[in-house]
């Protein structure tokens, strides 16, 4: 801790931002005064229903919203917002008409393009048009293995502008990890490109393609990325490229099914590292007010501005950027390795670009940190004004790297909320400072709190990350699970009618929030809980460690720690090695923190986001199956950790 923050507003967004306007229209509509943003937030959760028609107004939705903002609001699994109300989904993404950018891509060093708002509205017209010809409609899902395409937006707003359900992956996914994905929800339509770039190799997944169609049994939409789309799609028995498609059609008016509120929109998936992915079902409703919120509100984004975020088609930050578009922001996507040709890669992009929100993933700020990049020093990143951060909780030297060597006036928001509601419980605030390590805050609208085991609201120590009021971007259901036993168990099991994230947090006398891990994943030796991000913040500080993994290991009718290095090419763990990262744990963390065993391993399996999977280990370690290693990017590495010698004495 500091008694300085990193970053403090400006005297002009206090008074000027988005946020700072929210605040006074909300006051001066309900006769009451904010002082803060902590006020704000207060009367936010208080009063929902007046909340939510706020931002509604304040998001300028296309819609109706009816007489009623939220029916049966003390009950989480009862409570409706805009019961009576029906909207569109892609016809609030694409309000904007004319010549200006709205979507640029990069792909590696190979492909670039742009597209204007009028481009990008004349390609799902006749999307739209060929979708309904294949007799795409209401609740029919639209499936697609797509790299973060121009053309993967465009099939989806075209999907969602019919009322149909979207879901995507990425193309690395492996055969199995697609079916175990799209096999549960049979889709009418299956997008697939023809390859993709990576590290400057070309990826060719017309096999995977072939075998993927044969299952599913659904038509399939090639699209030319990187490979022969059209030799791919001849060798299907159901199968056209998208040049193709859009050559039959000519541009028309866009028509918008408006549905209700509540009317699926997507279905994203668990990480399935512990069995078959779950398919979580997202409403249009819910998932346009919330990413209205977050984008206008605590981002500031303002039409026209420049909106990053690396990610891929199958994390669930794709479905949160894509909504940029319905505050009038451009969007700006990548695919691809972030570091080729080199680390700059994405600093030359925003520079080029003038990015006014560049996202990405803790670990992509470690990498580059690592790696010695400064882009403070080699890039004019005069427009960028927000970084975010998730994926796995930022260390405190992760802050410290982006004010030292990325750009010391931006406003770095660490943010943290899921697949699960397609969105953040806590992130950035532009009304607050930035302290080195902590989350701003809670969300507006969300009664987010942490509870000790016993439900009870704890301050100053660790305990359950908790929502305890319903809120729009709540799942609508689970797929494949008629009586919602699932959906209960997955979120309400713990607590009674409050939903139970499953991450390990702190508040912090800012009022801000630490994520110390997944809840699952803490550890427990001795009886003490131990989040593992207190031990990767204190191992990843160390040049000689590039990555780490920990897990609590059964041992002697207790818990002991177990931490897995992954060093730089050509070093070994040695004894002195293991007393610097003892040392490092023991001052910076605490005594308790110091794993009993330190284990040197060429690999560390994760997901194909970029999450270590801790639980996937902990199987391996205790001699149990991992029942789906497709999820993961690396599968192989698990191999390593299988019947290790040293973790038996």
Known sequence: MTDKPLWEPSADTLENSPMARFMKACGARHGRHFASYDDLHAWSVAERADFWNAV????????????????????MLQARFFPEGTLNFAE?????AGAGDALVFRGEDKVSCR??????????????QAFAAMGVGEGDRVAAMMPNLPETIACMLAAASLGAIWSSCSPDFGEQGVLDRFGQIEPKLFVACDGYWYAGRLQDVSEKVRAVAGKLGAPVLVVHYAGDAEALAASLPDGRTLDAVLAAYEEKPLAFRRLPFRHPL??????????VPKCIVHSAGGTLLQHLKEHRLHCGLVPG????????????MWNWLVSGLAVGATLCLYDGSPFHPDGNVLFDYAEAETFAVFGTSAKYIDAVRKGGFTPRTTH??????????TGSPLSPEGFDFVYEGIKPDVQLASISGGTDIVSCFVLGIPLKPVWRGEI???GL?????VWDEEGRPVRGEKGELVCAKAFPSMPVMFWNDPDGAKYRAAYFERFDNVWCHGDFAEWTEHGGIVIHGRSDATLNPGGVRIGTAEIYNQVEQLEEVAEALCIGQEWDDDVRIVLFVRLPAGKVLDEALEKTIRTKIRTGASPRHVPAKIVQVADIPRTKSGKIVELAVREVVHGRPVKNKEALANPEALDLFADLAVLKS
């Open 115 to 128: 597209w204007s708002w009028d481009e990008l509205r004349a390609r799902v017209s006749k999307l739209q």
């Open 440 to 442: 701003q805050g809670p």
């Open 92 to 96: 609030n993404l694409l309000k904007i």
């Open 266 to 275: 997507y279905i994203l998936f668990s990480s399935g590292t512990t069995g």
């Open 305 to 316: 501005e420049r909106l990053f975020y690396f990610t891929t088609c199958g994390w669930m």
């Open 56 to 75: 509604w107004e304040d998001g300028g939705v296309i819609g109706e919203r009816g007489g009623v903002a939220l029916e049966n609001g003390e009950s």
């Open 445 to 449: 609208g969300l009664a987010v709190d």
């Open 380 to 389: 004019d990143l005069s427009h960028l004004r927000l970084v975010t951060s």
